[in-house]
């Protein structure tokens, strides 16, 4: 099953902070864990249910949303209205993963919120990671282009190999979990299956459409 991200949206401005939450609700494989207007109330969710992700705000009535983000350890894109260099450097050293500047296109979270899910799902377990997967997952965070960070065939087929690792696995669901995109991983299974490295069975819906459904071989 496809994991869920729980997301904290921390904004003292509740018509901006309603809508942030609702991009959040409308993407795919993720929830709202709360909606909270100070660092105060940020502090006590973060005590009762740690969220995966916040969306932060830097001006809060009772401090600096950017020293929440420090001091939180939990993973964050700060969204304010904030501009200066200072500013957006100060966030980057506390650790922030992504910064967008108010207002944005709704468009403009929603991108960001999927790649931070590809990100985590090339990031999960907790086996070691070799170089390449590091790459390939910052190379997501940041939406670097195809090709940006060069992954080579036995890599790129390595990443799926691991998705796999985890069970029975279509081709649009390895391709998240690894971090290519789905045509790659399409092609890439099917060389593999082809090679005996993978197996595939049909799997029938209600359309009668067939779908291919990959895992590892014995």
């Excluded at 994991?3 to 401005?13: A, I, K, M, P, Q």
């Excluded at 993720?30 to 969710?45: C, D």
């Excluded at 740690?50 to 809060?60: A, C, N, S």
């Excluded at 092609?187 to 819906?205: D, E, K």
């Amino acid at each position: 099953m496809a994991r869920t991200w729980s997301v904290l949206v921390v904004d003292d401005d509740f018509r901006v902070a309603g809508i942030h939450a609702d991009i959040v609700a409308a993407a795919p494989g993720f929830r709202v864990q709360g909606s909270v207007r100070t660092i105060a109330e940020a502090r006590e969710a973060l005590a009762t249910d740690r969220p995966d992700l916040m969306l932060v705000d830097v001006y809060l009535p009772d401090g600096d949303g950017i020293e929440l983000v420090r001091g939180a350890g939990v993973d964050a894109f700060i969204l304010s209205a904030a501009d200066e260099a200072d500013t957006v450097r100060r966030a980057l050293h506390a650790g922030v993963l992504g910064y967008l500047v108010k207002p944005f296109p709704r468009q403009t979270l929603s991108e960001r919120l999927d790649r931070y899910a590809r990100f985590r799902h090339v990031l999960a377990g907790r086996r070691g990671l070799r170089q390449e997967k590091i790459d390939q997952a910052l190379s997501i965070l940041h939406g670097q282009t195809p090709g940006a960070v060069v992954v080579s065939r036995s890599a790129t087929e390595q990443l799926l190999l691991d998705a796999l690792g985890e069970g029975e696995l279509s081709a649009a669901e390895a391709a998240g979990r690894a971090g290519v995109s789905r045509a790659t991983a399409q092609r890439r299974l099917a060389t593999m299956a082809g090679q005996g490295v993978v197996q595939v069975r049909l799997r029938y819906g209600t359309s009668g459409r067939p779908e291919h459904l990959y895992s590892k071989q014995a």
